[in-house]
């Protein structure tokens, strides 16, 4: 099943690729005088999805199994107009029963609590910050983060709280998304410096390829499901750093 959701609106749907049949459900609405919409739809191990409801102030979790959801406002002392809990991560919240949350309005990364909604409050700069753009987690359920708004990519360490932060080789690259391989490098799209970029938490170190595109601007970066290279145009083994 493919599912989608929608920048504008309360929507949470499913694609059957198969027979082309499609089912919609009313997200519920947190926030009723803000933007409605969300951003990130991410799913955990047990299958549930997950979405960040932007400008509502929380996130949600739909179990498809019983087409349900299960709201989680940020509290009141976290929940401005100014809000937009973009991102969600809940790929590896089966570690610690945590999910990650990126806060676009003060990007601060939140930590929640599944069983009890309570929140921690991980902020990388001072505000104001630079732009905090994406999450990806490890196996340990550690939180890597782009930081958007110069040149960084970053990582909170799930057990002790540390923040660290490392810059990119090209300064002020503006990396975007980003996703980890089964090695766990992250990679990211450096969008204003026009790379793909792979960072190797065990060495500390960087490298960046060019795309054979001129004027490229990468959003986001995926490894192949494997771990290795694939064999196409836009393969890192078919380009020179």
Same mark, same amino acid.
């Given at each position: 099943?493919?599912?989608?959701?929608?920048?504008?609106?309360?929507?949470?749907?499913?694609?059957?690729?198969?027979?082309? =049949?499609?089912?919609?459900?009313?997200?519920?609405?947190?926030?009723?005088?803000?933007?409605?919409?969300?951003?990130?739809? *991410?799913?955990?191990?047990?299958?549930?999805?997950?979405?960040?409801?932007?400008?509502?102030?929380?996130?949600?979790?739909?179990?498809?199994?019983? =087409?349900?959801? *299960?709201?989680?406002?940020?509290?009141?002392?976290?929940?401005?107009?100014?809000?937009?809990?973009?991102?969600?991560?809940?790929?590896?919240?089966?570690?610690?029963?945590?999910?990650?949350?990126?806060? /676009?309005?003060?990007?601060?990364?939140?930590?929640?609590?599944?069983?009890?909604?309570?929140?921690?409050?991980?902020?990388?700069?001072?505000?104001? /910050?630079?732009?905090?753009?994406?999450?990806?987690?490890?196996?340990?359920?550690?939180?890597?983060?782009?930081?958007?708004? *110069?040149?960084?990519?970053?990582?909170?360490?799930?057990?002790?709280?540390?923040?660290?932060?490392?810059?990119?080789?090209?300064?002020?690259?503006?990396?975007?998304?980003?996703?980890?391989?089964?090695?766990?490098?992250?990679?990211?799209?450096?969008?204003?410096?026009?790379?793909?970029?792979?960072?190797?938490?065990?060495? =500390?170190?960087?490298?960046?390829?060019?795309?054979?595109?001129?004027?490229?601007?990468?959003?986001?970066?995926?490894?192949?499901?494997?771990?290795?290279?694939?064999?196409?145009?836009?393969?890192?083994?078919?380009?020179?750093?």
């Amino acid at each position: 099943m493919v599912w989608y959701n929608s920048f504008t609106e309360q929507v949470l749907g499913r694609l059957d690729p198969r027979t082309g =049949e499609t089912k919609e459900w009313t997200i519920p609405t947190l926030k009723p005088d803000s933007p409605k919409g969300s951003l990130a739809l *991410r799913a955990d191990r047990e299958g549930n999805l997950w979405l960040g409801l932007s400008y509502q102030g929380g996130v949600a979790r739909f179990d498809p199994r019983t =087409e349900t959801f *299960r709201m989680y406002p940020l509290p009141a002392r976290l929940n401005r107009d100014s809000t937009q809990t973009t991102e969600v991560e809940p790929r590896h919240s089966h570690v610690d029963g945590k999910v990650w949350i990126e806060d /676009s309005g003060t990007y601060s990364i939140y930590r929640m609590d599944v069983a009890s909604g309570e929140i921690e409050v991980f902020q990388p700069f001072p505000i104001p /910050s630079p732009n905090i753009y994406d999450l990806a987690t490890d196996p340990e359920n550690n939180v890597f983060f782009t930081v958007f708004g *110069r040149g960084d990519v970053g990582r909170v360490d799930a057990k002790t709280g540390r923040i660290q932060t490392w810059p990119t080789p090209t300064a002020d690259s503006s990396p975007r998304r980003g996703s980890l391989d089964a090695q766990g490098r992250f990679w990211v799209g450096e969008w204003k410096a026009g790379n793909i970029a792979m960072f190797d938490p065990r060495t =500390e170190s960087f490298r960046e390829w060019k795309p054979p595109t001129p004027g490229s601007s990468p959003m986001t970066s995926c490894p192949t499901r494997t771990g290795r290279p694939g064999r196409g145009p836009w393969s890192p083994t078919r380009w020179r750093g």
